[in-house]
């Protein structure tokens, strides 16, 4: 099993920033990318980011890029992400999700854990 501990959510003004931080523990050998997804009231959850473990390689939604960074510490089996720029519409639960698998990083039905997520609220 794998556990997933978020953290650094809050309320922030409009083109304020913050850092998410989650924390992987228990069974983290062989996972092959980690995932931040968001869920607003009513909405679905959606992709946000996701960085794979080993390589690197970086992918964001259209609705974050050039405002959101993700990025991780293999050594301390963590990942985070930078929120800049923040707008109304970002405000939701942010979730990270680790997987064991290739396929569509985007897909959040092929995240195996999830965290308890945190939330991020934007005031205009």
């Known amino acids: 099993q794998v556990q997933l501990v978020e953290s650094g959510g809050g309320l922030v003004q409009a083109g304020g920033s913050l850092r998410l931080s989650c924390a992987a523990s228990g069974r983290t050998f062989g996972i092959y990318a980690m995932g931040w997804f968001r869920q607003a009231p009513g909405k679905e959850r959606e992709f946000v980011a996701a960085?794979?473990?080993?390589?690197?390689?970086?992918y964001y939604s259209d609705s974050v890029k050039g405002r959101f960074t993700i990025s991780r510490d293999n050594a301390k089996n963590t990942v985070y992400l930078q929120l800049n720029s923040l707008k109304p519409e970002d405000t939701a639960v942010y979730y990270c999700?680790?997987?064991?698998?290739?396929?569509?990083?985007?897909?959040?039905?092929?995240?195996?854990?999830w965290g308890q997520g945190t939330q991020v609220t934007v005031s205009s």
């Open positions: 960085i794979t473990w080993s390589g690197g390689g970086l």
């Open positions: 999700a680790a997987r064991f698998s290739t396929g569509i990083i985007t897909n959040r039905n092929e995240y195996q854990h």
